[in-house]
């Protein structure tokens, strides 16, 4: 299914909502508007399992320019469990400034801290 709102920014719907499979082509929907949501999602702010945001991405895998949460995301401020960017919270990630449980921060690499984060020694 699809949905679109009437109010288009420039060539694309504000918001566009897409799921699915297109009866006619078989081609997998992308939402594609200001807001996009669905299975496989671009937009300035993208939420869906696979979502590409100018500004913001939600997803399991979220790529963004700006922020990026999500299972596995890249964007300049990233949450992830496995993530990369300049400002990252993961579980295991990589960043300029990297706050994670295992991963690699350049920024502790410049300042001579280390570097490599590692999980806490049992006991």
């Known amino acids: 299914g699809e949905?679109?709102?009437?109010?288009?920014?420039?060539?694309?719907?504000l918001i566009h909502v897409a799921w699915g499979r297109d009866p006619r082509t078989g081609k997998v929907?992308?939402?594609?508007?200001?807001?996009a949501i669905g299975q496989f999602a671009k937009g300035?702010?993208?939420?869906g399992q696979f979502a590409a945001g100018k500004y913001f991405a939600l997803g399991q895998f979220a790529a963004?320019?700006?922020?990026?949460?999500g299972q596995?995301?890249?964007?300049p401020i990233c949450v992830a469990m496995l993530g990369a960017?300049?400002?990252?919270?993961?579980?295991?990630g990589a960043g300029v400034k990297l706050f994670g449980l295992v991963g690699i921060s350049l920024?502790?690499?410049?300042?001579?801290?280390?570097?490599?984060?590692?999980?806490?020694?049992?006991g």
């Open 3 to 13: 949905w679109r709102s009437e109010r288009m920014v420039g060539n694309r719907p």
């Open 29 to 35: 929907r992308v939402a594609n508007g200001v807001i």
């Open 44 to 47: 300035d702010v993208a939420i």
């Open 64 to 69: 963004s320019w700006g922020i990026g949460i």
């Open 72 to 75: 596995f995301a890249v964007a």
């Open 85 to 92: 960017g300049i400002f990252t919270l993961a579980l295991v």
């Open 107 to 122: 920024w502790e690499l410049l300042t001579g801290s280390g570097g490599v984060v590692l999980p806490p020694p049992n």
